[in-house]
Every structure is written in C-alpha cells, then in structure tokens.
C-alpha cells in the first residue's frame, strides 16, 4: 500500500504578524516556522496506518528552501522519504493550484490514502485537499476526527456543526482531511531527528509540474477591527444558561 | 563564521520545548513545594524521546547528535524546571561521560548503553566535607584486596543519589601519593552491600531534584569497575567537570531565558498610573539589560558546546561560560522577582523559585570563584 501525506509550513501563530508591502499577504520575515497543526494530524494518522500495515508512505510540501525543515519534523516522526515541490511563490498560489500541483505529482504514482490537514492556519481556505481529490478522481472525506482501515474500506468519523459526528465509509483509493481530535501526535524523538537526516527529500520544481491558473486572487488582507471584550449574555437565568450551553457546544469543544 | 543553528537543532528545540511546555512546567512548581523528584517524568520520559544519551554514539545507545543539541535540551527543560535540567545535566555530563571517555569496553556495554538509553539513571560522586572546590582533598578510601577494591568514605551533595542506578565515585586508593596524585575513579551499582545513602538535603532552590549523602562502610567493588587507570582520578574528575560546566552553564541560561519570558508577559500586561508599565523606561530598560545578558551566555554557552564538540580545547571556555551564564542567571531571576514586584516575591509566580534554582549555578559544578581561578590561571600560564 502506498500513502502520502500532504502538509504545510506556516508561521508560529503567536507571533506578531505585519501585512507585507503588496498588502495581500502577511510579511514573511522575521517568523518562526512551524508544521501546520492540522496536517501534523495527518502526518500522525498516516504514520499509524504505515506502522499497522507497512505501507510505504510520502510526505509532500509545497514551498521555499526553508520548508525542507518542516519536512524533516514529518521525516522524523516516522514518513519514509519526502517529496518538496520547489516553489518561492507558492504563497501567492491560490489553492486551486496548489491542488493542481499536487494533482499533478500524485497522478500517475497510484497512491492508495491521500491524508491532508482539513485547513491551514494561515489562509485557512479548506479547499487545496477536497479539490486534490477531485482532481485526482478520489472520494474526499472531511474534518476527520475518527480513523480505522480494514482491507479496501476505511471507516472515518466526521465532525458536523453544533457538535454532531457522522460516521462514513469509503472504498480505497481515497483523501482525507484531518481535524483536531483524530489523534495526539507523537514527538520527533532525537535519535529520528537525527535519522531523517539521512532519508531521501526528492526535489521537484513546481514549473515542472505545470501549475493551473489560479481562479481566485487575493485583493486585500487587513486586520480585523479590535472588538470589546467578550459577549454579555442578558436575560432570564434559566434562559441564559440554555444560550451558554448552546455557545459552549457550538464555538468550543467544553461540552464535546 | 555561522551563528545558525541547524535543521535538526531547530527541531529539537522544538520538540524539547513542546514537551518541557505541556508535561514538565505543570507540576515544576508542585514538585518544587513537595521536594518530589518524579522520575518517571523528569528522566525515564527523557529517554523514550532520546534525551538521555544525546553525545554518545548510537552504538552506545545515543543518538549521536553534538553538544550543542545537548546544551539546548538542558535549556529548554531549565527554562520551565531547573530540577529537570540539572537531572539530565547530572546525569549526562557527570556519569555517563566518564565512563564514554575513560571507560573499557566492557565497562561502556555494560553501563553506558542503559544510561545513554534512559534505563539507567547515573550520579557522581566526587565531593566530600573536606573535597569542594578542593577534589585533591578527598578522603574516601579504596583499598584493593585480591580482585576488589573495598571503599570507606562519605560522599555529600550528590544531585541524582538514591534514585541513581549507577555511580561514578572517587576514592583515595595511594595514601602516600602527593594531593592529586593517587585518586581513582570506580563504577559502584546501586545496591552494592556496603554502599548507602545518609541524609536527604533540604535546599533553597532546584527542590524537585534530590540531593543525598553515599555512604561507603566497606563496599567491595570489582577491580574490573576502575574507571580508567589506577591513580588517575583527578583527571578524570576534571575531564568530567569541563564537560560538566556545560551542562550547568545551559541549566543558569534555561533559568534565566524562563525568567526573562516570564517577566516580558507580566510587565507587558501589567497597568500602574494608568499605563502598562513597561512605557516606563525603568521597566524596559531593565528588559533590555535581562535580554542583551542572556543573549550573550547563549552565546558563550553555544560557543563552548560547539569547541566541544570539534574536539578542540574547552575547559577555558566551558569556564566562562559557567560563570557568565550562571550570574545572569542570578542576576535576571533577581530582576525579574523585582519587576514583579510584590506578586514576585510570592509562590503565585514562577519567577520566585526561578531566583532559588538560579542560585545554584552559581556553586555547584565549580563555585564562581573556581570558574575565575580556572580562567586566571590560563591567562597567566
């Protein structure tokens, strides 16, 4: 079995962000890097199914020299070899091209389980897995929170609005998206830090790949204005309670 | 010159500091209260990530990364508990490595590989009540008899004793031999009829790491249990003190870069008279003195990692380093309770045990003072 493991580099989410001078994008430097917190989910649900099965298993980033480290971090927590799509811009791509680009290396490899994380925590679209599939012609499954693979089926659970969880199967080969909860990931030990040292990091330029055009384009990005602190709930104390509940199973994961 | 850190360094700053974060800052300071060394938490999960034998070779069960991983995995543990990063410090730099440098064959299969690998935990015994700063003073005695040596003596202020599965412990083994001449280093296994512990230490500061007295009343070691040549002791222990400053010069700058974080948070948040306190200068210049200190012990710490590990000569830098690291460290705790103000002098905040555990850096491993007799002398050779 075959499995590959999209993922993403971006910024350490305490830090302080600047809008970069063409104000469509955040300012890149001086950021710390980190692996997309969704897509460590995935990296984690692959390298499970690997240990289970011994399936082979890729991961993919799209992005600068410096994502390789990034890439390192999946290495070292057990992905067999990794595959970096070279792109400086890729932060200007739009996710239908970056789904393009991993449509485009994925195609002909026959890979049996896509894992993605279900957004990133930079532009946050949850588009690039849902339209990798589609380019690819695999079913999708989204915000995964529950995981089990027998034969050619996996059987997922899926979170739902106001806390609802649906369970659906698929038959391989197939993509998933990967929501906080599916998993606790495992550090990167030291002696696999140092292992993943030696593993393979295949390089291939995006240009090679022949990326789409995009079909959406960024205008502006501004900061959301400063709001008051908080939200009051007036009212009847019976029926502020219920609203609270309802806030509390909605917006947060208190009451899951 | 390149003043990167590499890829996997990164990562495992990373990875050392998401661990310290979410499973050892929040018991440092119920640990510190209850004087609780947990060692499932604060050694034997050190190994199962890889921490416990980071300089030594995979062979001998490390994970064969350089000194500089090593002085970043105590910093990032020291930053949240300096309990924690003096166990691994203790353990690496002060039993392990002897016996990785001096030690036969045998002698590393057979303790080494558990130590590195997290198994076994290591101590060292070297000071005595009349042994400080002073090792050529050690009084315990080893007197060989067919294949064993039988030891007499008390050892105090060992850090790791009585949880500490393996110690490396100095003995007089030459009565007649001039003060340096005529000490031996031995291997002794907990456990060992003759070997004991005397009492616990209750200490100002680094509580959660214990601190005990060996007590050697005719203990029968194996002869094959001498760590390097007969006579030699003094090298060894001073061999082990260099690499040892290492290990401590990273503990005072974790301490101090945790004291600087801490009171970066509160004076960024806290209002008097009506603004945030740090648009007083008297607030942020203090700041700005706390960080420019602990960026330049980074510095010398890295720097004296980094001879380390090229094999070139340490022992003046790793000096240096110690002394300047472990004053910042004093230094910046201080401060930090001071910008605090009332709330730090309390248990509410980290910064009051972060000036405790700070203080420490300053004796042990080699006192301030010996630090600046180690650098006088090769300035004035």
């Known amino acids: 079995m075959k499995l590959l493991v999209c993922i993403k580099q971006v910024p350490d989410m305490e830090s302080k962000f600047k809008i970069d001078a063409d104000g469509v994008w955040y300012d890149r430097s001086d950021l710390a890097w980190r692996m997309n917190e969704y897509d460590e989910f995935a990296v984690e649900q692959a390298v499970q199914v690997k240990e289970a099965t011994g399936a082979d298993l890729t991961v993919l980033c799209i992005g600068p020299?410096?994502?390789?480290?990034?890439?390192?971090?999946?290495?070292?927590?057990?992905?067999?070899?990794?595959?970096?799509?070279?792109?400086?811009?890729?932060?200007?791509?739009?996710?239908?091209?970056?789904?393009?680009?991993?449509?485009?290396?994925?195609?002909?490899?026959?890979?049996?389980?896509?894992?993605?994380?279900?957004?990133?925590?930079?532009?946050?679209?949850?588009?690039?897995?849902?339209?990798?599939?589609?380019?690819?012609?695999?079913?999708?499954?989204?915000?995964?929170?529950?995981?089990?693979?027998?034969?050619?089926?996996?059987?997922?659970?899926?979170?739902?609005?106001?806390?609802?969880?649906?369970?659906?199967?698929?038959?391989?080969?197939?993509?998933?998206?990967?929501?906080?909860?599916?998993?606790?990931?495992?550090?990167?030990?030291l002696p696999n830090i140092m292992k993943a040292k030696k593993k393979e990091l295949l390089a291939v330029a995006a240009a090679d790949l022949s990326p789409a055009d995009a079909l959406l384009q960024t205008v502006k990005l501004t900061f959301p204005e400063k709001k008051g602190g908080g939200v009051f709930l007036e009212g009847d104390v019976g029926e502020v309670a219920d609203r609270l509940i309802r806030i509390l199973k909605e917006k947060t994961s208190v009451l899951a | 010159m390149k003043f990167e850190l590499t890829e996997e360094q990164n990562l495992l700053r990373d990875m050392v500091r998401q661990f310290a974060e979410t499973e050892v800052a929040p018991s440092a300071a119920e640990r510190d209260e209850q004087e609780h060394f947990d060692r499932a938490l604060m050694f034997d999960r050190l190994g199962e990530l890889g921490l416990t034998g980071i300089v030594f070779p995979e062979e001998y069960g490390g994970a064969g990364a350089d000194y500089i991983s090593y002085a970043i995995a105590v910093e990032e543990l020291s930053r949240v508990c300096g309990s924690t990063g003096v166990t691994l410090s203790a353990h690496l730099s002060l039993c392990s490595n002897p016996i990785y440098l001096f030690g036969t064959e045998e002698q590393k299969k057979k303790y080494l590989v558990p130590l590195a690998e997290g198994t076994a935990l290591g101590a060292f015994g070297l000071t005595e009540p009349?042994?400080?700063?002073?090792?050529?003073?050690?009084?315990?005695?080893?007197?060989?008899?067919?294949?064993?040596?039988?030891?007499?003596?008390?050892?105090?202020?060992?850090?790791?004793?009585?949880?500490?599965?393996?110690?490396?412990?100095?003995?007089?083994?030459?009565?007649?031999a001039q003060k340096h001449h005529g000490i031996s280093a031995f291997i002794v296994e907990k456990g060992t009829p003759g070997f004991s512990f005397g009492k616990k230490e209750k200490k100002m500061g680094i509580r959660s790491s214990p601190t005990m007295e060996l007590v050697f009343e005719n203990c029968r070691v194996p002869h094959e249990n001498m760590l390097g040549e007969e006579g030699i002791g003094f090298k060894v222990a001073m061999k082990t003190l260099d690499g040892g400053r290492i290990g401590i010069a990273s503990q005072a700058l974790g301490i101090a870069q945790g004291a600087l974080e801490a009171?970066?948070?509160?004076?960024?948040?806290?209002?008097?008279?009506?603004?945030?306190?740090?648009?007083?200068?008297?607030?942020?210049?203090?700041?700005?003195?706390?960080?420019?200190?602990?960026?330049?012990?980074?510095?010398?710490?890295?720097?004296?990692?980094?001879?380390?590990?090229?094999?070139?000569s340490y022992s003046q830098e790793s000096a240096m380093a110690k002394l300047f690291a472990s004053e910042t460290a004093m230094r910046v705790t201080t401060q930090a309770v001071q910008l605090f103000g009332g709330y730090g002098y309390t248990r509410e905040f980290p910064v009051e045990r972060m000036m405790r555990d700070a203080k420490i850096t300053e004796i042990y491993e080699g006192t301030s003072e010996v630090q600046r007799l180690v650098i006088g002398a090769a300035l004035t050779r």
């Open chain 2, 130 to 176: 009349s042994a400080g700063s002073d090792a050529g003073g050690t009084r315990t005695t080893a007197v060989r008899q067919g294949d064993e040596w039988i030891l007499n003596g008390t050892k105090i202020f060992i850090t790791n004793a009585g949880d500490a599965d393996t110690y490396v412990v100095l003995a007089r083994t030459d009565k007649e």
């Open chain 2, 263 to 312: 009171a970066i948070n509160y004076t960024t948040q806290r209002e008097q008279f009506n603004k945030k306190i740090t648009a007083f200068q008297g607030v942020s210049f203090q700041l700005a003195d706390m960080a420019t200190q602990v960026q330049a012990a980074r510095l010398m710490v890295y720097n004296a990692a980094y001879r380390a590990s090229a094999h070139l």
């Open chain 1, 65 to 189: 020299e410096q994502v390789k480290e990034t890439m390192k971090k999946a290495l070292a927590m057990g992905c067999d070899r990794g595959v970096h799509i070279a792109d400086d811009q890729s932060h200007r791509r739009d996710p239908y091209q970056i789904a393009s680009l991993i449509a485009a290396f994925a195609g002909d490899k026959g890979f049996d389980l896509i894992f993605t994380g279900m957004q990133s925590q930079d532009r946050g679209s949850g588009q690039v897995g849902v339209m990798a599939a589609e380019l690819l012609g695999l079913p999708a499954v989204t915000t995964i929170v529950g995981f089990a693979l027998a034969g050619d089926k996996i059987t997922v659970k899926r979170e739902l609005e106001g806390g609802v969880k649906a369970t659906v199967e698929a038959t391989l080969p197939a993509l998933v998206t990967c929501q906080l909860g599916l998993n606790t990931p495992r550090y990167p030990t």
